[in-house]
């Protein structure tokens, strides 16, 4: 059944703060090529893990004016989707959608209004599976969930502040989703990312702060954690999540007016935990990170290359020949460490 609920500015913020976090400068380990298209182009990263050989596993970035990107853990650009207008991308590995499991990638595409679904193969090829139609004016960002039966969930967005919930099948070679829930909120949305395990689903408001919904209860009431302020300068951009040994499940918000990145827990009281930027590393001429969008993160060992974890962040000002965006890599342990976390 289709549920609706209009969320009012009303919602009283749902965080507390007691000290004053960290605020650390760190620097990128690595960075992809830059992408085909000039001008601002590269949006949002994903970040897949071969199951048998981490270090065959593959950065995903969107490049919102021709399509989709896979690079290796060097940067290096191994295969490219020509999809057209595709702005936000995520995925979900071993998806029980057809007979055995699947890994999938969903993508926003805001020329066909549409949620786009590829296929990553074990041999971490790209394929393009097809797309179904949204009842969105505009699409714009999108998160993915996987289920507790295995199944998949996609929640895409609307510059008109709408969020979309659907279900997705796989039928006869091809792809179908079925509208599950409806939100509204006060304003432009982008960014959002799903606690599988929570039934969470945390959503950004560029110019108010990140919000946290259950998908568990049909009429849920919205939450704001963390609001435009003191720690996050609009836009808020890029959402993400990643486990911690003692702090539990943190919550990764790009801060895109001040080039930040805040560091929260995603449970109660969701405590902001520190702040970092990216800046220039001179010695591999890696720029700063600034005007950064999308973001993601893995805290588990990747192969020889990370083996502290990986965080991939959009570049909106990279430096360099072409001077094209790119996606920079980033060694979460040394962020970790550095905000003395580890």
Known sequence: MLSSLLLVASCQPGFAQAAKPKEVVVQACGQTSPVASAGDAADDPAIWIHPKDPDLSLILGTDKKR?????DLDGKLKQFLELGAVNNVDLRQSLSLKSGLIDLAVLSHRHHRSVDVVEIRPDAK???LGRFPTQLPDVYGI????????GAEALINSKTGRL??????????SVKGELKQTWMFGSQIEA?????????VFVGEEKRGVWSLSLETPMSEPRLILEVGQYLTAD??????VDH??????????SQGDHHFIVMQAKEPHQVLGRFRIGEHQGRRIDAVTDTDGIEVFGGALGSKFPGGLLVVQDGSPGGESNNQNFKLVCWDEVLRALELD
């Open 236 to 241: 808020l951009e890029g959402l993400a999540l």
């Open 143 to 150: 998160c993915m969930r996987k289920t507790d039966q295995g």
């Open 164 to 173: 979309d919930r659907y279900a997705l099948e796989i039928r006869e070679g």
């Open 192 to 200: 959002c990312v799903v606690d599988d395990a929570a039934s969470i």
């Open 126 to 128: 790209l394929e393009f």
């Open 245 to 254: 040994p003692m702090q539990g499940r943190l919550l990764i918000a790009s």
């Open 67 to 71: 399509g989709l990107a896979a690079y």
